[in-house]
């Protein structure tokens, strides 16, 4: 197994283990998983779980009630373009990494069924559904070792083997630096999607570099100019207006959604964010 993963398996299979996760059997618990039905407010429930249209024109608090699952079916997707090789604290690849192996020691710990798919241009390797710890280190290594530059990521093909491939509901996170049209519809009616962003700061806010030859990590093409402050300006719009688009779809789809970046603790953040 790669230096670095087992690195990664160790780090987190003592956060998931020990004491941060508390007495939280995983970071998911499958609400919203499956509805059940409706009923009236009463003190003590989780005022997130209020239905506010039912509410209002009731004219008095109800909550929505959802049937606990026995068993998640937890999908989590690296989608590594060439793009992920890069980071200036550390590589996005690095943290996906990371992720994979919080949310699959997570399922494991809660007796879900975990498995873990590689995508970039086409699918690479899609395990099957397991409840064992080998099954997260696996993954954890093909991340760690999977050449993702000269792949560009082709969203619609994700969509569509996605579609085809799982039969079964189940609760998909797709780790990506999600730059480009994606469009999540299709997969959100019948699955619970999370989309994790895994950003590095420079990238978002670039400083001025002068005269350089520099390599795209998907296509592997070089080019030379000068990166002063029209062309990051430019640059800067291009990203917020992805940004912009990507949060109103996630928004429109009910795609619950993060960012984390290179800098950051990804399971800390990634609690937070699920809480």
Do not use: C
């Not at 987190?12 to 283990?17: A, S």
């Not at 990521?153 to 797709?174: G, Q």
């Amino acid at each position: 197994m790669n230096k670095q993963a087992k690195k990664i398996i160790l780090k987190t299979k003592k956060q998931v283990y020990g004491d941060m996760l508390g007495n939280n059997a995983s970071l998911f618990q499958g609400e919203g998983f499956e509805f059940a039905e409706l009923r009236e407010y009463v003190y003590g429930d989780d005022v997130r779980k209020i239905d506010w249209k039912t509410t209002a024109k009731l004219g008095k608090p109800f909550v929505k009630i959802y049937k606990e699952e026995r068993e998640l079916n937890v999908v989590v997707l690296s989608l590594l373009s060439g793009s992920t090789y890069f980071g200036t604290v550390r590589q996005k690849l690095d943290v996906i990494a990371e992720m994979v192996a919080t949310l699959g020691f997570s399922a494991v710990k809660n007796s879900d069924l975990f498995s873990h798919i590689i995508f970039a241009d086409k699918m690479y390797t899609f395990s099957k559904p397991s409840k064992k710890l080998f099954s997260v280190h696996k993954a954890v290594n093909d991340v760690i070792t999977f050449e993702s530059l000269g792949k560009e990521a082709d969203y619609n093909a994700l969509v569509e083997v996605l579609s085809n491939r799982l039969k079964k509901k189940a609760l998909i996170f797709i780790l990506s630096d999600f730059v480009g049209d994606i469009d999540l519809k299709l997969l959100a009616k019948k699955h619970d999607i999370f989309a994790v962003i895994v950003r590095d700061k420079f990238e978002e806010n670039p400083s001025e570099l002068g005269y350089l030859r520099l390599i795209d990590m998907e296509t592997v093409q070089s080019f030379e100019g000068n990166i002063d402050a029209g062309m990051l300006n430019n640059y800067k719009k291009a990203l917020h207006d992805n940004d912009e688009k990507l949060y109103k779809q996630f928004k429109k789809q009910g795609v619950r959604f993060a960012k984390i970046y290179t800098d950051e603790e990804p399971t800390l953040k990634l609690m937070k964010q699920m809480r």
